[in-house]
């Protein structure tokens, strides 16, 4: 559905995208992390064909996004900086969407803006807060039937009930019409329960990019121990990270698993243990080693 190839944007000679290439499912739920500066939030202004870049190319639908109104008008955007008109309340939201979205769904929007009960659909949507105003976003988003959703740090400053809510409304609407959504994000816990596809990205590169399952399939931690002298590691073995604890070593191993369990028991180790990883800890150990420090900020 949506496709990047060899992407490169720079400003003032800082490559903020580095030949960068993607691929997003139709009906796929993408989670895209990285640290800080990574270059997410540039992509998906490109995705959206709110900036153009300098080579390349982005397809949505098999088509450049760029100055492409019907390719856009099947896409909703919610960046991290949430922009409203000044004066507007959520009905003039309504009626602005409603002329740029053909599909808008007044009676969807009505249903859920009774889910959305402290939203005042006449007070200035200025003058919410900053979780209120990212609801009204959702709101009107959702409520253009998008084929596409992009959400950067979607969920930010809003409270684990209003959260809740609204993953449950994005993955109904994955169930329903696969609608694709795309989300950048620091909260890997919170992607890892709803994404299906993730992508890493560090230095305006795309490091891996795989389902949920074949990532987490394809780094595990083995806890190992032996009497005497630790043997040298099997050949053929990817290790991202070794910690020991008295005589147990926890390996964070990139590859099948279970080759490398095979491999492991011919050394014949006291202790072995397979144990599976979260994607905050995937992440960690891909864009370099457990010090790593921009993973929740």
């Excluded at 922009?83 to 007044?106: E, H, I, T």
């Excluded at 590169?205 to 931690?221: A, F, I, R, T």
């Excluded at 964070?252 to 599976?276: H, N, T």
């Amino acid at each position: 559905m949506i496709r990047v190839n060899d992407v490169v944007k720079k400003f003032d000679g800082f490559t903020a995208l580095d030949r960068l290439s993607m691929h997003v499912p139709k009906g796929a739920v993408y989670g895209l992390v990285g640290p800080n500066g990574a270059g997410k939030s540039t992509i998906l202004r490109h995705i959206t064909g709110a900036m153009h870049q300098d080579a390349g190319e982005v397809l949505v639908a098999g088509e450049p996004v760029w100055e492409n109104e019907p390719v856009k008008a099947r896409m909703a955007f919610i960046p991290d900086d949430i922009f409203f008109f000044n004066s507007a309340n959520v009905r003039d939201m309504q009626r602005f969407y409603r002329g740029l979205y053909p599909r808008f769904d007044d009676a969807m929007f009505e249903t859920l803006l009774k889910e959305f009960a402290e939203l005042d659909p006449k007070k200035n949507i200025r003058g919410f807060s900053k979780g209120m105003q990212r609801q009204t976003a959702f709101l009107l988003a959702l409520c253009a039937r998008p084929e596409i959703l992009v959400l950067d740090e979607p969920v930010d400053g809003l409270d684990p009930i209003v959260r809740r809510k609204i993953w449950r409304l994005i993955l109904a609407d994955v169930a329903e019409r696969e609608t694709t959504v795309l989300i950048s994000s620091h909260n890997l816990r919170e992607l890892e329960d709803v994404c299906d596809h993730v992508g890493i990205l560090k230095g305006g590169k795309l490091l891996l990019e795989h389902s949920l399952d074949e990532l987490q399939g394809n780094v595990s931690k083995f806890q190992i121990a032996f009497n005497g002298e630790v043997p040298a590691l099997p050949e053929g073995i990817r290790l991202l990270h070794d910690e020991q604890m008295g005589r147990v070593h926890t390996l964070i191993i990139e590859g099948d698993s279970e080759a490398a369990r095979a491999e492991f028991l011919k050394l014949e180790p006291v202790l072995l243990d397979v144990l599976p990883l979260s994607l905050e800890e995937i992440f960690i150990y891909e864009i370099g080693g457990a010090d790593h420090e921009d993973i929740s900020r």
